[in-house]
């Protein structure tokens, strides 16, 4: 089997092939943030956590699957807890998730507002550029009205095309995190 670049980084579980991240603790309240006196289930991550993951989930190629190991170091087992981290986890990315979908058909959305307005503006533009009255305003309107097409039709390709690319590659990695296998280790 060929050896990938980031082999050398990451352990990969030899029975699955998961990639490995691991996340050192000294205690479970390290997980959630400090400034959220919610109950542990409801409890708002860490943002040090959040950017932990996320940073290292786009590392790892998205066709590979992630297991998260949280390796407590001042703590005993405490499955009560281990739910409750796992529960919130598990949580907040599919909330991410799930605000990355909702902006996705958003864009497609204003997508087809943008072209039916560009298609509307080249309609009328050509309108002008046929009538034969008043040649000097009709050719003004006709090319802002051209222009603004084209920027309304390049807006909804942006919008298609360039932004949604990069909306699909997060939801794929808060995807997988949310199904990525957490397990707890004791010191």
Known sequence: MKQSFLDQFYTVDPVSGDYIIEIALKDYDE?????????????????????????????????????????MQDEKKDNKMEKSIETGVRNYFNYRYFLITKQTKKNRKKSVIYILIS?????????????????????????NLTVGGWVFLWEAFSLLFMQSGNLSKRRKHYKRIVSAPIVFRYH
């Open 31 to 71: 997980v959630f943030n400090t400034w959220d006196s919610s109950v542990y289930n409801i409890r708002d991550l860490d943002s040090s956590l959040k950017s932990f993951l996320e940073e290292f989930s786009y590392e790892i190629d998205s066709r590979n699957k992630i297991k998260l190991i949280f390796v």
């Open 119 to 143: 298609m509307m503006f080249t309609i009328v533009s050509t309108y002008f550029q046929v009538s034969e009255e008043n040649k000097l305003i009709q050719e003004l309107i006709s090319l």
